[in-house]
Nanobody
Framework: VQLVESGGGLVRSGGSLRLSCATS????????VGWFRQAPGKEREGVSS????????YYSDAVKGRFTVFRDNAKNLVSLQMDNLKPEDTAVYYC?????????????????????WGQGTQVTVSS
């Protein structure tokens, strides 16, 4: 499974960006997808996760209320809408996935559970 992120860029504080994570080849239907970010000099952290149907979502406290994750499995696409961006959101953002199509609508923010990773996209928020 190849994941490709897009949508990063430079935005002013308070602005918005939408990141997209697309897969080529396999269908996204059975995959949990997570978004992670890594700021300079910091460890990578989990930001959001969405279950394989989109029924369950998770957000870290740092982004809750400002970011929204959603998916369109027909288009093999998962998106992260980021509103009211802050300078501390500046980081390289990665999408990642692993297979879990259980009825429990499992999701995770644990990096080790993720099998496939995109190359990352830079988000820079100026003050």
């Amino acid at each position: 499974v190849q994941l490709v992120e897009s949508g990063g860029g430079l935005v002013r504080s308070g602005g918005s960006l939408r990141l997209s994570c697309a897969t080529s080849g396999d269908s996204f239907d059975d995959y949990v997808v997570g978004w992670f970010r890594q700021a300079p000099g910091k460890e990578r952290e989990g930001v959001s996760s969405i279950s394989h149907t989109g029924e369950n979502t998770y957000y870290s406290d740092a982004v809750k209320g400002r970011f929204t994750v959603f998916r369109d499995n027909a288009k093999n696409l998962v998106s992260l809408q980021m509103d009211n961006l802050k300078p501390e959101d500046t980081a390289v953002y990665y999408c990642a996935s692993f297979v879990d199509a259980a009825p429990s609508q499992y999701l995770s923010i644990i990096e080790d559970e993720y099998e496939y990773w995109g190359q990352g996209t830079q988000v820079t928020v100026s003050s």
